[in-house]
């Protein structure tokens, strides 16, 4: 049978509102009475009903994350971040992945809410305007963990992404090249297109080098696409000779395709990512990066969802974390000299 409330309050021989005290962490229960009842508990294997509670108080120490894919390396450290807060501040998480399809993302906001989250962190790369209303709308806090709402209107945690590609690019043309390839995922996705391609576009220009649509390729977001992408690249009559790539598997994909030809890395081409996951540190030449700080990004935006849900003061709702660049080995050294 279920133990209940009831079963513990008897047992103890105290009041329900007393274990329900107890159990919410109140101050306002005597040591002796905690201890008692804390020890009922126990012996009972007593499970408090989160759905129960949430009646009472209104609330379900439960969160809800919205991801595009957990078996995605930047996805899954961010949800690592927001978990660990989320634990820290006695949060429960309910985690759902959208697959990046708006319909679907709709329906887990919908699903989430109908559970009585107390709020939700959503990793969104296009943040539509059907979504952003329905966000919106939403009853509960609703904060955008490494993605962009271009009215801020949502609380967000993010990064200055124009600013990490621009300085990505800088190296680049600062190591002598002039044909430096802009390799992203799809350009539907608000980040690649608004941020890191306009960041590279803004660099060439403001080094008096032409800015060349061949060189610039839109692909699946993973290693086979930055195969894919090097192939492409390499059917061109001027192929680049430097690469920026949006994630560390495209960079990698990219390394690998030109090695399988027989082309050097750095000496021959230049590959610079922006991610900087442990994939980074695990291919042959290491990787220079962008390091996206998605752990920090994850925990960052759960904390500001615990001072909205708390009512605590919040100063910027829109916070911007720093960012570095990591030099390894697939840029030469003159670059990180002139860093």
Do not use: C
């Not at 499970?47 to 439960?62: E, H, I, Y």
């Not at 329906?107 to 952003?132: F, R």
């Not at 442990?278 to 990787?287: E, S, W």
């Not at 960012?323 to 840029?331: A, F, G, M």
């Amino acid at each position: 049978m279920t133990v209940t409330i009831y079963d513990v309050a008897r047992e103890a021989n105290v009041s329900m509102a007393t274990v329900s005290r107890v159990v919410n962490g109140s101050q306002n229960v005597k040591p002796s009475t905690r201890k008692k009842v804390l020890e009922v508990i126990e012996r009972l294997e007593y499970r408090p009903n989160a759905v129960a509670r949430g009646l009472a108080s209104k609330k379900t120490t439960t969160v809800g994350v919205i991801i595009p894919d957990i078996s995605n390396n930047i996805y899954a450290e961010a949800a690592r971040g927001i978990e660990d807060i989320a634990t820290m501040y006695r949060y429960n998480i309910i985690l759902a992945n959208s697959d990046q399809k708006e319909e679907k993302e709709l329906s887990l906001l919908d699903t989430m809410l109908g559970k009585q989250v107390d709020g939700i962190v959503m990793m969104s790369d296009a943040v539509t305007p059907k979504l952003l209303q329905t966000m919106e709308n939403s009853p509960v806090p609703i904060v955008l963990a490494g993605s962009i709402d271009e009215s801020k209107k949502l609380p967000s945690v993010n990064i200055d992404y124009f600013q990490a590609t621009y300085e990505a690019i800088k190296m680049l043309i600062d190591n002598g090249h002039k044909r430096i390839a802009f390799i992203s995922g799809p350009l539907s996705y608000t980040i690649n297109a608004k941020y890191k391609l306009e960041a590279y576009k803004k660099a060439l220009q403001d080094a008096g080098l032409e800015v060349d649509e061949a060189l610039i390729v839109a692909e699946d977001d993973s290693y086979d696409g930055g195969m894919e992408a090097w192939k492409e690249l390499n059917e061109i009559e001027n192929p680049p000779t430097a690469y920026f790539a949006g994630s560390d598997e495209l960079a990698i994909g990219i390394i690998h395709a030109a090695q399988d030809h027989g082309i050097k890395v750095p000496e021959d081409i230049e590959v610079i990512s922006f991610e900087n996951s442990k994939l980074a540190r695990m291919v042959r030449p290491q990787l220079t990066s962008v390091v996206l700080p998605l752990y920090e990004i994850g925990a960052v935006s759960m904390r500001l969802l615990t001072k909205f849900l708390n009512k605590e003061e919040v100063k910027d709702q829109n916070v911007i974390l720093p960012y570095r660049i990591e030099k390894r080995d697939s840029v030469k050294v003159k670059s990180m000299k002139n860093k």
